[in-house]
C-alpha cells in the first residue's frame, strides 16, 4: 500500500487534495510542516508527499518554494499537480450566534481569502492566525482564553465542522479560490499524459539583460510559459533565483532544446519534475 505524506492536520485543504489524488489505496499521514514533508519523502518513509503550491488568490505558498531554493540536490522531484476548488465556512458551536462572534481564527492564508467578506460581515470581531485551520477549530473549543467558546469562530472546511459536530455556514465566493498542490516523491517517477508541465528553478548570470536571455530560449522554441516566479535566496542581499513552469515534457525535442538553451545563458538551472497535469 502506498504512503502518502500531507501538509496536515486531518480535513485541512492538502489532506482533501491528497484524499482526491490518491482516494482510499493508500495509508495516509499528516505532518505539521512543509519541511517535515519534504523530509518524509527524501528519507523514503513515504511513497509520495502533498503540499501546496499557489492559491489563485493570494498567489504562491512561499514556504514550498523556498524549501525548493535552500535544498537545491534534494531528491524530491514534482511528480504530480492537482487543482482544488476551496470551500470556506465559518465554523461555530451550534448555539452561537453571528452577532455574538467576538474573535475568528484561521490560517493566515484563509484569513487573507476571506478578507473582504470579514470586512464586511465581523469588522469588529479580532482575527488571530493559526498555523493550520485544524488547529483554528482546536482553539475554538478550547476552554481557557480571553474569550468564551460561545464568542468564538474559525474559517475552515465543512469537513473539519463535521467531524467535530460543529456549525459551518459557508461563506459566499465572489472570485474563484482555486488551491494548486503540487505532489512529489524521491522513489517514483512521472509518466508522460496529453497534457505534461514542466517546472524549472534557475538563478541569473550577474550582467544586464540576463533574465531577458532566459525567457528568449522558450519564445523561440514555441514553449508557453505558465508561470514565472521570483524568491530570494536568503543567502546574499538582492539575489534571487526563478521559478517557472512551461507547457511540455522534458522528454519533448523543443524542451529539450530550450533547456539547453537556458543552461548556457544562466548562473544555475534545476529542473524540478516534469510531469502529466490533472485537474482537480
Known amino acids: 500500500m502506498l504512503k502518502i505524506v500531507y501538509l496536515g492536520p486531518q480535513n485541512t485543504n492538502t489532506h482533501l487534495a491528497a484524499l482526491r489524488r490518491f482516494k482510499s489505496k493508500a495509508k495516509f499521514n499528516h505532518a505539521p510542516t512543509v519541511e ?19 492559491n489563485s488568490l493570494e498567489g504562491a505558498v512561499t514556504r514550498t518554494l523556498d524549501r525548493f531554493v535552500q535544498f537545491k540536490q534534494t531528491p524530491a522531484r514534482i511528480v504530480g499537480e492537482m487543482e482544488l476548488p476551496i470551500r470556506h465556512c465559518l465554523i461555530t458551536l451550534p448555539r452561537t450566534s453571528r452577532d455574538k462572534v467576538r474573535i475568528i481564527y484561521s490560517h493566515p492564508q484563509a484569513l487573507a481569502q476571506c ?15 493559526t498555523r493550520s485551520t485544524a488547529e483554528a477549530v482546536d482553539d475554538l473549543l478550547a476552554k481557557e482564553g480571553l474569550w468564551s467558546r460561545d464568542e468564538k469562530a474559525a474559517i475552515g472546511s465543512p469537513e473539519l465542522a463535521r467531524q467535530h459536530k460543529l456549525k459551518a455556514a459557508p461563506i459566499p465566493v465572489d472570485r474563484d479560490n482555486r488551491t494548486r498542490f503540487l505532489v512529489i516523491s524521491s522513489m517514483h ?11 524549472l528553478m534557475f538563478a541569473l548570470k550577474d550582467k544586464p539583460g540576463a533574465l531577458h536571455d532566459a525567457l528568449i530560449p522558450f519564445k523561440s522554441c514555441g514553449i508557453n510559459l505558465t508561470k ?41 538551472l534545476l529542473v524540478l519534475g516534469s510531469y502529466s497535469v490533472q485537474k482537480g
Open 228 to 268: 514565472i516566479e521570483s524568491r530570494p535566496t536568503k543567502q546574499r542581499a538582492w539575489e534571487y533565483v526563478f521559478f517557472v513552469d512551461i507547457e511540455g515534457h522534458e522528454s519533448d525535442k523543443s524542451v529539450k532544446r530550450a533547456l539547453n538553451a537556458l543552461k548556457r545563458c544562466t548562473a544555475r
Open 189 to 199: 517517477e512521472s509518466g508522460r499524459g496529453k497534457r505534461n508541465k514542466t517546472s
Open 36 to 54: 517535515d514533508v519534504f523530509r518524509a519523502v527524501e528519507l523514503e518513509e513515504a511513497d509520495y508527499g502533498v503540499v501546496p503550491i499557489e
Open 115 to 129: 478578507q473582504h467578506w470579514l470586512d464586511k460581515n465581523f469588522s469588529n470581531a479580532a482575527r488571530r492566525e
